[in-house]
């Protein structure tokens, strides 16, 4: 794996948020991928929540600036990039005013999912893909984390199936057993038909529960990984029927498995 490219996408990371299985996953393969020669890149929101002067963000003029539609609204994309002290590892943040300033990540003070929780979804997919465009940084795998990324691996299949940069790519979903209660914005299967995906694409998201959303990433997606030990039936069922390359949980190496389930994946033609 010594110089691959390997794109973290995740909506938790480690030190930037507090300590959860998702976010210290995310942040720990990623470290240990960097560790062995794997050239990395790590990508998150830009929650409100995040002390920007604490971990020395600041923006990156040359690929902020473009406006990314959602929904017929143009969103202005502003990157914003920090290195993990002491591991030489650059993160990426995608801001926008209205969808990230606020101070807090999913739900608000009475613990209520944002309302446009959906359009926030569909602003970070799309704002990973054209930022790693403007990078002109190719990556052999696409590793997805949290189901806040979970719309990446439909839109690299579909809205950007025609983007050479990414014909090679795999993309890889690790699947936690986080769910949120109720539903995303019961709009969200047609707002993501508005960048001409087909129906049959997003039949999965037409109710868009925890476990939906996750279905979506999963059968979008060239390989599976369980990042909880336990997982629900239905999740765990849908995984196994869709017959693609499976890592499963890993209690205390998420070193040497990983790399290697990496290594088989790009072996596969």
Known sequence: MKDK???????EVIPYLPETELSSTAFNVAKNSHSKGVQTRIFMPRYGVINERRHQLHEVIRLSGMNLIVN??????IIKVASIPKERMQVYFID???????KAVFTDEDDQLFSDND???IFFAK???ETVKKLNWAPDIIHVHGWLASLLPLYLKEFYKEEPLFTESKIITSVYN????GELNSELAAKVKFDEIADDKIATIQSPTHTNILK?????????IYGSKEMPDDIASF?????????????DDLKEPYLNFYTDLLSVN
Do not use: C, H, W
């Open 5 to 11: 490219r390997i794109l973290y996408v995740s909506s």
């Open 72 to 77: 017929d609204m143009d969103m202005p994309l």
């Open 96 to 102: 926008n005013e209205e969808y990230f300033k606020r």
């Open 119 to 121: 359009e926030r979804a």
């Open 127 to 129: 704002g990973v893909v």
């Open 178 to 181: 986080n769910p949120f209660e």
């Open 216 to 224: 979506s990433a999963i059968e979008n997606s060239d390989a599976i």
């Open 239 to 251: 995984i196994t029927a869709q017959n693609k390359p499976v890592l499963e949980f890993q209690t």
